[in-house]
């Protein structure tokens, strides 16, 4: 049996600002631009109560709060600080695997250290957290990915909660279908539809019946409300991509114009890329258009784009007619198939029931 052990740091942005800022402390705090057309990156508990929440865009933040302090994005210290917490994780095992920078999953079945039970070495990763970063954490301990993830969000902020093996499948079966990981806004939308509200009704659907709703997702749920989660945890060190995006402040109708912007968006993208030294096989256009769709084209070469390349490569994705019809409110570029990559791809491991 694995154990593994999901640490999510709470409101992490916003917190590592109330830390470094004293007079921010205990009160409204939100991460983000302060352009009429940003939105929260990251909001505080005093926010939260106003319900300010992440993604929210700024201007209704603030017909919330209006006393709501703004604070900017500090990437290269949240980055700085996620580090720190990724080397607390490897004290304890070499199976981290981050999900951003404030998030990962360890599999500590194994560990470093001889602390006798994964919940007392999630308390210890939490208390080491605190102690050194002067940060909390919410910490969920399991048997595999799914349950460690839902069950650090049972108790924040400062949570701890362990789903034992013999609890998972009655824990699951009263849990909102709204807090199963992987089900998004339009699927729990879908499933309340189809009569589904807890865990106990998900599982009474066969595997067909899911299969035919929600296609290949359907297998993962019929599979995770039973508890049953085979996904190894895999360390990934390897950047997987690397790209740039801008917000416009008013909204780009104009193809040349577009072609403009999209040319600084890559220049920034490609002086990423010399920066790591890594080159990608395969480059992706996003847009997103004044009405907030967004869309998303790639194209893939067998050997790593030139700028040029880049370039001509994404100015040929563009739609030109949505552009003209919807204007642009976003753009960006994003390389990944990295050259080097083969090579290293993680170690699959034996799991052992
Ligand atoms: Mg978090």
Redesign the pocket.
């Known amino acids: 049996m694995r154990k593994i052990i999901h640490v999510?740091?709470?409101?992490?942005f916003a917190s590592v600002e109330q830390r470094d800022f004293p007079q921010y402390r205990r009160k409204p705090l939100v991460v983000g631009g302060n352009s009429p057309r940003a939105v929260v990156a990251a909001a505080s508990y005093e926010a939260r109560k106003y319900g300010i929440h992440s993604a929210m865009p700024m201007a209704r933040a603030l017909q919330k709060c209006p006393h709501l302090i703004i604070t900017p994005h500090r990437s290269a210290v949240y980055k700085e600080v996620s580090e720190h917490i990724q080397a607390i994780f490897h004290e304890y095992t070499d199976l981290v695997e981050p999900l951003s920078l404030?998030?990962a999953y360890l599999d500590v079945t194994e560990p470093k250290k001889g602390l006798p039970s994964a919940s007392l070495i999630a308390k210890e990763i939490k208390n080491e957290i605190r102690k050194r970063e002067n940060l909390i954490a919410s910490a969920g301990v399991s048997y595999n990915k799914f349950l460690a993830k839902i069950a650090s969000d049972m108790d924040k902020p400062d949570g701890f909660y362990l789903i034992k093996p013999d609890d998972a499948e009655a824990f699951l079966k009263d849990l909102k279908i709204g807090l199963f990981f992987g089900v998004g806004k339009k699927t729990e939308a879908k499933m309340h539809q189809l009569g589904i509200f807890k865990g106990e009704d998900l599982k009474r659907l066969t595997l067909p019946e899911l299969m035919r709703y929600f296609g290949k997702n359907g297998r993962y749920f019929y599979d995770v409300v039973r508890g049953i989660d085979e996904r190894p945890v895999l360390p990934s060190r390897v950047r997987k991509s690397i790209g740039a995006e801008r917000t416009y402040q008013t909204d780009i109708y104009d193809l040349g114009h577009v072609e403009i912007k999209l040319a600084e968006v890559v220049d920034v993208m490609w002086e990423r890329s010399l920066a790591k030294k890594k080159q990608g096989r395969t480059v992706t256009l996003k847009l997103r258009y004044a009405n907030f769709v967004t869309i998303t084209r790639s194209h893939s070469q067998n050997r790593p784009f030139t700028k040029a390349e880049i370039l001509s490569t994404l100015m040929a994705l563009l739609p030109h007619d949505a552009i003209r019809q919807n204007g642009v409110r976003l753009l960006g570029a994003t390389m990944t198939n990295f050259y080097d990559e083969d090579q290293t791809l993680p170690r699959q491991l034996k799991i052992d029931f």
């Open positions: 999510d740091m709470d409101s992490f404030d998030e």
